[in-house]
Structure formats: structure tokens, C-alpha cells
């Protein structure tokens, strides 16, 4: 994990210092659904979390694009006695402090007389990094109904879980538009969809699957 965000600096790094490759600054505004295909517990029915998000584009030769975004957003989440689940908030224990981390590649085509409209298409990795806290109003000592832990032992779990077979990998496709209002600035959208490789692991299907759609403000 470590070695991943170091390769990930070092490759950004040396992208920026590149004065051939043309580059924009970017910020992201959107809602981020997570499927919750869970029918079992109490967990909560594919919660919506809105996000900010930053990043780059880097356009290599021939308009390949490659984009690195971090965008940050909370959850609540329950612990049902083997998984983290989401959760509705009054059945929360812990607010996951979440950052989802995109590194992708591909193309981008330029449409229009004026060449202004940019249709891009991506593919890449998203790494999902989360930390659990107990959530505001729950007591330490607060026991599970369930499985009668203590809320405390609950987040330690969750938090067990984030990283735990491979649940914080998630291969993604990117697809976004983008109108050049001026030498400077671009605004457009992006959809994003996140596949849980931890999931599809473990025998749990697309549990866990996000879909994310953002408004993009560009700044050359």
C-alpha cells in the first residue's frame, strides 16, 4: 500500500515537470453511490455521500490523458458480526473518513468546429482508504444489538475490514466531458464507476460497487 502512493508521488512528480505535457488543475463536486446488495441486516439501502475532489489531467502526444484525483467524503457504517455494512444514521456506529484515490489512463477526442468540446474515456485503479470513528452520540460502552460488542471493538473491526482482503482495490472506468470556456478554464462532468475487487473475492458479487457523478472545474 505504502509503496503504491510512493510510486504514485514519484510518477505524478515527474509528470508535472515534463514542460511537453500540457496540464490542468481540477476540482470535483457530486454524489457518490455505494450498492449495498446486503438483505439481512439492519445495514443501510446503497447510501449517497457527496464528495469534493481534486486532481490533474496530464495530456501526453496524440491526446492521451492521464489523470490522477483524490476526492473526500463520509460514511456511517454498523458492524453485523463479520462485515462492515453502511448504515443509516440511526443505526450507526462509526463515520468512516473516506478518501477514494483514482490513478487512470486513456484518450481524449476533440469535437466541434472550435475543437472546444473534450470527450475523454478511462480506465485505472481507485484505491479506497477509510477510517473509522465513533460516531457523534454513540458511547463507547454502547452494545451492539446484535451481536453485543461494544461499539469501541465495533470500529476497531471496521476498520480491520478496510484493508483486509483487498477490500480497498477497486478497478474503475472513467468517461467525462469537458466545454473550453477560455484559455484557462474548462467546465464540464464525469461519471465514474468503482468495481469491489475485495468483494468479487470474496464470493459477495457487486456489494459494495460505487457510482460516482461529479461537475469538473478545469484551471490551465
Known amino acids: 500500500m505504502k509503496k503504491f502512493f510512493v510510486f504514485a508521488s514519484i ?5 508535472t515537470s515534463v514542460s511537453a505535457v500540457e496540464k490542468d488543475l481540477f ?20 447510501p449517497v455521500s457527496y464528495s469534493l475532489g481534486i486532481g490533474g489531467d496530464f495530456w501526453l502526444k496524440n491526446n492521451v490523458l492521464i489523470e490522477a484525483q483524490a476526492s473526500f467524503f463520509t460514511n456511517y457504517y454498523l458492524w453485523d458480526g463479520e462485515r462492515a ?16 484515490i483514482d490513478l487512470t489512463g486513456g484518450y481524449t477526442w476533440k469535437a466541434g468546429e472550435s475543437q472546444k ?38 470500529v ?29 478554464w474548462k467546465i464540464g462532468g464525469e461519471f465514474r464507476t468503482y468495481i469491489p475487487l475485495g468483494s468479487l473475492m470474496n464470493g459477495n458479487g457487486m456489494d459494495g460497487m460505487i457510482f460516482s457523478l461529479a461537475l469538473k472545474l478545469s484551471y490551465k
Do not use: W
Request: net charge negative; charged share 20%; proline share 6%.
Open 11 to 15: 510518477f505524478l512528480i515527474f509528470l
Open 27 to 46: 476540482f470535483t463536486l457530486g454524489p457518490k453511490l455505494m450498492l449495498n446488495t446486503d438483505d439481512h441486516t439492519k445495514s443501510a439501502p446503497s
Open 85 to 100: 455494512q453502511p448504515a443509516e444514521v440511526e443505526n450507526r456506529t462509526a463515520t468512516a473518513l473516506s478518501a477514494m
Open 117 to 154: 468540446h473534450l470527450l475523454s474515456a478511462c480506465g485505472g485503479l481507485g484505491i479506497f482508504a477509510r477510517h473509522a470513528i465513533l460516531s457523534n452520540g454513540v458511547n463507547p460502552d454502547d452494545p451492539n444489538r446484535d451481536t453485543k460488542t461494544k461499539a469501541s471493538d465495533d
Open 156 to 184: 476497531s473491526s471496521i476498520n480491520d475490514t478496510f484493508f483486509k482482503d483487498l477490500n480497498f482495490l477497486y478497478p474503475e472506468l472513467a468517461f467525462s466531458y469537458s466545454y473550453i470556456l477560455s484559455e484557462i
